[in-house]
Each structure stands twice: as structure tokens, then as C-alpha cells.
């Protein structure tokens, strides 16, 4: 019976992969598509996926992979997989230690190759990698929103926003989307852990000092997911010229901390603006309340 | 043996090279000539005493500044991971208590448990002993 799943979908590709096999990389804005996870001991899965107009031979990767194997050693052994879920195709590198898994799928519809490494240290799990291979999938590029669910983030958002930026430190998560050149919008996610140790004053208070430029236009309270989170409208002026034409840079700050996971959460919206509101794009909306994913053991 | 050789093989020594499973079964161990005082919102202070340099005699230690002791002042989140280092606790038992105490993930937990062990060995508290070594090399390492 495979571990527990749950999936991350970051860049446009979902991926299903077991509780703790934690995200230890994903690729920025201008990095080749990837993302990489691992158990507490070792990397376990690499994926990485990128467009293509014409049809790859996935035969040419299967060679690529077979000519990348250390050669002249009788401990490595290669074959030739025929039990990955259709259309799938593989090669397994066995060593004394491990044994490796490299397959391709080619996503017709959505035109993208998409080539997994997942790695065995004890014994194969044809069930579980199955499983794996069956959950990777490209979003519909027709959809209205575009999910992103990684490094403990859930967020929904309309396709115009882009991944511009994203950082994950000890204690504090935090992504950057901007939209096109003509609305000019930017929207920025933080989540902050270990609130417990550092998170003294009110939520209200700790959005007061984060929000230093601007003048604040409203000040109210808002539900999100079922608790109360603090909203703060504030607008700044940016040259004369602008001014004289009424236009300022309006931000929408709303923070909350939630109480089953302990974190607390910051979302701002900033775009030029004339009027005195505004409104959050209709797609968006944030999941909070995340379980962690400790104790669950190790998956070999 | 040389006196440099020796150096040189101390050096050697103390710096093994860890693999992740290795450091995860490794146990801290606090050094026992460490003197902990509680301070003010669950912070510690810890004093570890320093050897005397050689040279440092009188008329020099009389002019250079020297202080017995390395004095460390730990906040609320240090104190509890150095709480935790009790000799029996392995380096994964002690991410895995302090991300169920703080609701993190065991990568968090891990990322910011690693950094903070590293820094209380570069400081003489604690002591690493891994699979294979005994505490009491550990100690005399420190």
C-alpha cells in the first residue's frame, strides 16, 4: 500500500508524490522547469518538463540515459521497462545500492515532454511509482485559474499573474506574481512559521509596521477560510505628473494567522489605481489550515 | 610524532565527513563543563570555559584582553534545541520533537535544527558523536 500522498503543482504541472517526500527544489522564472523532492535521507524524485512544437522519440532519451551510465562496471546493470503506466516510457539503472528509474511521457495535447528520475534506495515500489507516474499532469491551458500548491502555500489565481519571484527560508515562505505590463498588478504571498516565538503584538500591530509607505485610506477586518484577518487599504503617489492625473499605486494588505497550523499568513495587492477600492482579482483565494507533515516515518 | 603532525591529525579528526543518514543517527552531547543561566523570556545564557592561549603570560595578559570563558546568549527557540541535546536524543529525534512543537515540517524543522546545531559545535556547547565514536572523543574534541 503506497504512503500517503498529496501533490504540488508548481508551474503549470501537478506532480503526486508521497507526504514526506518533502520539495527540496524549484526552478525560479527563468530556470528550466523543475522540481525535485526528498525523504529525510536522499533526493527521491526529480521532475522536469519543457514545451516542444514537434513530437519528441522518447527512444533518443532512453538512449541519452543508457549513454549517461557509468560504463565497464558489472555492479550496473540497465533495462528496458515495460511495467510504467501507459504511455510512459523508462529505463531502470540498477546498482549494488539503489536502483534508478528514468521515464518520459510526452503530454500531446498541451505539447510538453515531461522526464522523471525517481530514485529506490531499498527496493522498487512498482505500486507506488505507478501511482506517481498516473498523478503527473499539465494544467489545462484553457482553465480560468491556475492553482500553485507548494513549500506549504495553496493559492488560486487567474492565469494573467506570472511567478515572478519565490524564496523559501527556515520560518518564512514567500512568492511573487505579477501581471502583464498593462494592468500592472502585483500579488505577494508570505507565510511565516514559528509565530509562537517571535509573533508578540496583535496581528493588527504586526500589519502596522510591515505597511510603512502610504497613507492608509481603510482600515477593517475581513474572513478568510473561516477566520478573521486583518485588511488595510493604503495609497502612495509616485511623481507629480501622476498625481496631477489622479493616479496612485493603491495596496491591499490582509493578514491572519491561522490557528491549526500556527502560521501566519500576508497577502498584499498593489496596482495603480484611480478610484478608493480595490478589489481582489475574482480568481484568487489562499488555503490555510495546512497539516504538517511530520511523523508519518520515513518511506523507503 | 611531530608536534605538527599531531596538529595535523587533529585536524583531520575533527573534521569527518557526515553523510545525511550518518549526521541523523549522530547524538549531540552537551560539554559537561558547561554552565547554563536562565535570563529573561526563556532565554539561556551559556558559559563554556576556553583554554589560555600559550603565549598569553604576564606582561602580555596583562595588556591583551582575555576572557576565561565563552559567554553565549541563546533565545527562547536555541535554549529549547540545546534542551533537547541530552545525550541520548539523535539529531533526528530532535528535528522531529522540535517540528511537532512548532508545527513544522520535518525539512523546516531540519533546515533550521542543522543550522543551530552547527553553530553551538563551532562554539564549544555541544559535541556530535557519530555512529562509531564514543562520547568521550567527542569531549576531548571539544
New interface residues.
Given amino acids: 500500500m503506497p504512503a500517503e500522498m498529496t501533490t504540488t503543482c508548481w508551474r503549470g504541472l501537478t506532480i503526486g508524490h508521497p507526504a514526506d517526500w518533502e520539495l527540496s527544489r524549484a526552478s525560479g522564472l527563468d530556470e528550466p522547469k523543475r522540481c525535485s523532492f526528498s525523504d529525510r535521507r536522499s533526493e527521491r524524485l526529480d521532475v522536469r518538463w519543457r514545451p516542444l512544437k514537434a513530437v519528441p522519440n522518447l527512444d533518443h532519451m532512453i538512449e541519452r540515459y543508457r549513454d549517461k551510465a557509468p560504463k565497464g562496471r558489472d555492479d550496473i546493470r540497465l533495462e528496458l521497462l515495460d511495467d510504467l503506466p501507459e504511455p510512459w516510457s523508462g529505463i531502470m539503472q540498477t546498482g549494488s545500492d539503489a536502483q534508478v528509474v528514468h521515464a518520459g511521457r510526452f503530454f500531446a495535447d498541451e505539447r510538453i515532454l515531461v522526464e522523471v528520475t525517481v530514485a529506490w534506495p531499498k527496493r522498487r515500489d512498482t505500486n507506488l511509482e505507478r501511482e506517481l507516474l498516473r498523478s503527473i499532469h499539465p494544467r489545462d491551458p484553457e482553465a480560468s485559474a491556475v492553482y500553485w500548491r507548494a513549500m506549504g502555500m495553496e493559492i488560486t489565481l487567474p492565469p494573467s499573474y506570472e511567478l515572478v519571484e519565490h524564496t523559501s527560508r527556515v520560518g518564512k515562505v514567500h512568492w511573487v506574481f505579477e501581471q502583464d505590463a498593462r494592468h500592472g498588478g502585483t500579488l505577494t504571498f508570505d507565510r511565516y512559521a514559528l509565530t509562537d516565538t517571535w509573533l508578540r503584538a496583535a496581528v493588527r500591530d504586526w500589519l502596522d509596521t510591515e505597511v510603512t509607505t502610504g497613507r492608509v485610506v481603510d482600515r477593517s477586518t475581513k474572513q478568510m477560510n473561516g477566520h478573521m484577518a486583518e485588511r488595510l487599504l493604503s495609497r502612495s503617489w509616485h511623481g507629480t505628473l501622476s498625481a496631477l492625473r489622479g493616479i496612485s499605486t493603491l495596496r491591499l494588505d490582509l493578514a491572519w494567522k491561522c490557528p491549526t497550523d500556527t502560521r501566519l499568513y500576508h497577502v498584499f495587492f498593489r496596482r495603480p489605481a484611480q478610484g478608493e477600492e480595490l478589489p481582489l482579482p475574482e480568481q484568487f483565494y489562499v488555503q490555510c489550515c495546512q497539516p504538517t507533515a511530520v511523523g508519518l516515518g520515513a518511506n523507503a | 610524532m611531530s608536534r605538527k603532525r599531531r596538529a595535523k591529525g587533529q585536524a583531520r579528526q575533527a573534521k569527518p565527513s557526515f553523510s545525511?543518514?550518518d549526521f541523523?543517527l549522530a547524538v549531540p552531547h552537551r560539554n559537561h563543563a558547561m554552565k547554563t543561566t536562565p535570563q529573561p523570556g526563556k532565554k539561556l545564557l551559556a558559559e563554556v570555559p576556553m583554554k589560555r592561549p600559550k603565549g598569553l603570560i604576564p606582561p602580555f595578559s596583562w595588556l591583551l584582553p582575555y576572557s576565561s570563558h565563552r559567554r553565549v546568549e541563546l533565545?527562547?527557540?536555541g535554549a529549547e534545541v540545546l534542551g533537547l541535546c541530552d545525550g541520548n536524543r539523535s539529531v533526528?529525534s530532535i528535528i522531529?520533537n522540535f517540528?511537532?512543537h512548532?508545527?513544522?515540517?520535518?525539512?523546516?524543522?531540519?533546515?533550521?535544527v542543522t543550522?543551530f546545531l552547527q553553530m553551538l559545535v563551532e562554539r564549544g556547547l555541544v559535541a556530535i558523536v557519530g555512529r562509531g565514536q564514543t562520547s568521550g572523543q567527542a569531549h576531548e574534541a571539544n
Avoid: G, I
Fill in positions: 545525511t543518514d541523523l533565545d527562547a527557540v533526528e522531529e517540528a511537532k512548532h508545527k513544522l515540517s520535518f525539512r523546516e524543522s531540519q533546515l533550521s543550522r
